[in-house]
Antibody, heavy 118, light 110 residues
Framework: QITLKESGPTLVKPTQTLTLTCTFSGFSLSTSAVGVGWIRQPPGKALEWLAL???????RYSPSLKSRLTITKDTSKNQVVLTMTNMDPVDTATYYCAHVHGSDMDVWGKGTTVIVSS | QSVLTQPPSVSAAPGQKVTISCSGSSSNIGNNYVAWYQQLPGTAPKLLIYESNKRPSGIPDRFSGSKSGTSATLGITGLQTGDEADYYCETWDSSLSAAVFGGGTQLTVL
């Protein structure tokens, strides 16, 4: 059974860097065609895809946020970390990580809420 | 403004059928598979359809997906009140080299 859980700070101040960790079980990030993606959803708004890292360390980023995002993996710890720099109140959202097989986000974590406020 | 265009809302009576459209372009839907997600209130999205028309294990056959050209459609038959949710289409955009979501469609079962 595949499970994922997001963790990180609930509250960050503007201009700070956000670090989120996705801890997963039930699969290995060293398996071909497997990846972990990050998606966010501001309150009352649509889903927004952020980034994706594959088993071979191939990384993809949202073009609009690429300059602020970094995604890394620790295969031995079964973790994927997403960092987002220069946080702004518009970045307030629920952040999800998801298991990716091929191109499909087939299992999602429950999400973690991040509020950006001074 | 989302890369993929969905109607903001649709509604239908219990037992009826509804379709939700998702319009894109040749750089996304036109040349890539489409996935559909269901997001019940207060919960994480759940994969409903992958590779445009396939259902994951456990998804009832009341849910179906299709794709034609640069558009995709989610169909739901035998509507139930428990189907009330937001539905999102998603695909890869080859020009952006990124995944893209539609703006979401809120389904109301009257």
């Amino acid at each position: 059974q595949i499970t994922l859980k997001e963790s990180g700070p609930t509250l960050v101040k503007p201009t700070q860097t956000l670090t989120l960790t996705c801890t997963f079980s039930g699969f290995s990030l060293s398996t071909s065609a497997v990846g972990v993606g990050w998606i966010r959803q501001p309150p009352g708004k649509a889903l927004e895809w952020l980034a994706l890292i594959y088993w071979d360390d191939d990384k993809r980023y949202s073009p609009s946020l690429k300059s602020r995002l970094t995604i890394t993996k620790d295969t031995s710890k079964n973790q994927v970390v997403l960092t987002m720099t220069n946080m702004d109140p518009v970045d307030t959202a629920t952040y999800y990580c998801a298991h990716v097989h091929g191109s499909d986000m087939d299992v999602w974590g429950k999400g973690t809420t991040v509020i950006v406020s001074s | 403004q989302s890369v993929l265009t969905q109607p903001p809302s649709v509604s239908a009576a219990p037992g009826q059928k509804v379709t939700i459209s998702c319009s894109g372009s040749s750089s996304n839907i036109g040349n890539n598979y489409v996935a559909w997600y269901q997001q019940l209130p207060g919960t994480a999205p759940k994969l409903l359809i992958y590779e445009s028309n396939k259902r994951p294990s456990g998804i009832p056959d009341r849910f179906s997906g299709s794709k034609s050209g640069t558009s995709a459609t989610l169909g739901i038959t035998g509507l139930q009140t428990g189907d009330e949710a937001d539905y999102y289409c998603e695909t890869w955009d080859s020009s952006l080299s990124a995944a893209v979501f539609g703006g979401g469609t809120q389904l109301t079962v009257l």
